[in-house]
C-alpha cells in the first residue's frame, strides 16, 4: 500500500508511531585500500590474459574458416546451378557471326 494510506504508521489516537527497533541503520561501505598483487596472483593473472588471448584467436580463426566455407559453398551452387547452361552452350552447333 502507499505510505500515505491511513493506518500504516498511525495508532488510534491518530499520532505517527514507529518502532524504531525495527529501522535499519544506514548501510555504508567502507572503501578497501587496493593492495599489492602476489607472487601467484600475477602469475594466475597473466595464464588467464594467455588463455583469453588463446581463445580469442581461436575464435577469429573459427569465424573465418567458416566464412571460407561460406563463401565456397555459395561458389559450387553457382557452379551447380550454371553447369547446365554452359553445357548446353559447349555443345551448340550454331557459331556466332564472325566467329573464327
Known amino acids: 500500500p502507499p505510505p500515505d494510506s491511513p493506518g500504516l504508521a498511525e495508532t488510534a489516537k491518530g499520532t505517527e508511531q514507529v518502532d524504531t527497533d525495527l529501522l535499519d541503520d544506514a548501510t555504508q561501505v567502507e572503501p578497501e585500500e587496493p593492495r599489492e598483487m602476489t607472487e601467484e596472483e600475477k602469475i594466475a ?6 588463455q583469453d588471448a588463446a581463445t580469442s584467436e581461436v575464435l577469429t580463426r573459427l569465424q ?24 548446353q552452350l559447349l555443345s551448340a552447333r550454331a557459331k556466332a557471326p564472325g566467329a573464327l
Open 45 to 50: 593473472a597473466v595464464k588467464r590474459a594467455q
Open 64 to 87: 573465418l574458416t567458416r566464412k571460407y566455407y561460406m563463401d565456397a559453398l555459395k561458389f559450387i551452387e553457382v557452379i551447380h546451378e550454371s553447369s547446365e547452361t554452359a553445357c
